[in-house]
């Protein structure tokens, strides 16, 4: 509670026409996520899986008001998120002030973010409550993903274009009802 009120009290203390976003991360393997699906009666479902497993992640921040969805894909660490935050700045160029709302995550708070922290003054990061994702709304664009891309067998180059896809076809006003930020306590009622 006393996170969630920090992150509201600050909130409220940014001038017209800040920019506010959630962001996460989430993996995406190779291997591919069996989920339950139907199938017919006395059929066995074929999946097929290759001997190998690779890994993807996948970073998102979400524009909590209009659905604007800025994404990279790499791996985890402080470089590939820095990128990530070029690409909101990018993103809204414009903005007075852009708070990025973030989990924990040690990637989060390394040395090298903080020190691209101090050079762009307009991006500030928040942090939530530590185990806390039913906080994030984009953990619900992550559970879309996963079942988008379950029960398929596909190449890396394949599971790749899967997600490009996934994010390609989704209008902002889709990413804003599948994350539902209304219902996030980091958001005040209105």
Same mark, same amino acid.
């Given at each position: ?18 920019? #506010?976003? +959630?962001?996460? /991360?989430? *993996?995406?393997? =190779?291997?591919?996520?069996?989920? &339950?699906?139907?199938? !017919? ?71 090298? #973010?903080? +020190?691209?922290? /101090?050079? *762009?003054?307009? =991006?500030?990061?928040?942090?939530? &409550?530590?185990?806390? !994702? ?57």
């Amino acid at each position: 509670d006393h996170v969630v009120a920090g992150i509201m009290a600050r909130l409220i203390e940014l001038p017209r026409r800040a920019v #506010v976003l +959630a962001e996460d /991360e989430t *993996h995406l393997n =190779l291997l591919p996520h069996v989920r &339950a699906s139907w199938t !017919p009666r006395g059929a066995r479902p074929q999946i097929p899986t290759p001997g190998t497993n690779r890994q993807v992640t996948v970073f998102g921040a979400l524009e909590m008001t209009t659905g604007c969805w800025v994404y990279r894909l790499g791996k985890r660490c402080a470089a590939d998120f820095i990128a990530l935050l070029d690409q909101v700045l990018a993103a809204f160029p414009a903005a007075p002030a852009i708070v990025m709302i973030c989990d924990n995550d040690s990637i989060h708070h390394a040395r090298k #973010v903080s +020190a691209y922290l /101090e050079k *762009h003054p307009q =991006l500030e990061l928040l942090y939530g &409550a530590r185990y806390s !994702p039913h906080d994030n709304p984009v953990e619900r664009i992550w559970g879309a993903l996963k079942n988008y891309v379950a029960n398929t067998a596909v190449t890396w180059p394949g599971r790749l274009r899967q997600i490009h896809s996934f994010f390609r076809t989704r209008s902002p006003d889709l990413m804003l009802a599948t994350a539902a930020p209304r219902t996030s306590p980091w958001l005040s009622p209105g």
